[in-house]
């Protein structure tokens, strides 16, 4: 999966990622399902995806090992946004083995 910008520049690449297009008034329920759906069940650990939110012309990334943690993050950028606004929210992770 890749994330371009207008220009051709590649802002993000992953091998293993997916992506939903939500609203800003709904993204977290999107990065809910993408936190568990891309998550990697290791022998001694669980690998949390690392998010990218498309918000207009700006990508942004966040890394978290908590759910809670990574929403307060998010909110601080989401919060800007009018409700109806399109946002694109990427989850890529290391592939399962």
Same mark, same amino acid.
């Not at 590649?10 to 297009?21: D, E, L, P, T, Y």
């Not at 929403?71 to 989401?78: K, R, W, Y």
């Not at 606004?85 to 989850?91: F, H, L, T």
């Given at each position: 999966? %890749?994330?371009?910008? =207008?220009? @051709?520049?590649?802002?993000?690449? %992953?091998?293993?990622?997916?992506?939903?297009? /939500?609203?800003?008034?709904?993204?977290? /329920? #999107?990065?809910?399902? $993408?936190?568990? !759906?891309?998550?990697?069940?290791?022998?001694?650990?669980?690998?949390?995806?690392?998010?990218?939110?498309?918000? @207009?012309? %700006?990508?942004? !990334?966040? /890394? #978290?090992? !908590?759910?809670? =943690? $990574?929403? $307060? $993050?998010? !909110?601080?950028?989401?919060?800007?946004?009018?409700?109806?606004?399109?946002?694109?929210?990427? #989850?890529?992770?290391?592939?399962?083995?």
């Amino acid at each position: 999966l %890749r994330i371009i910008d =207008q220009k @051709g520049f590649i802002k993000v690449q %992953r091998g293993h990622a997916s992506c939903m297009k /939500t609203t800003a008034a709904n993204y977290m /329920t #999107a990065v809910e399902q $993408l936190w568990e !759906d891309m998550a990697v069940y290791q022998t001694e650990l669980i690998a949390r995806p690392e998010f990218y939110l498309c918000l @207009g012309a %700006r990508v942004s !990334d966040f /890394t #978290a090992t !908590d759910l809670e =943690q $990574l929403q $307060l $993050l998010m !909110d601080l950028e989401v919060s800007t946004m009018e409700p109806e606004e399109e946002v694109i929210v990427v #989850a890529g992770n290391i592939k399962q083995t």
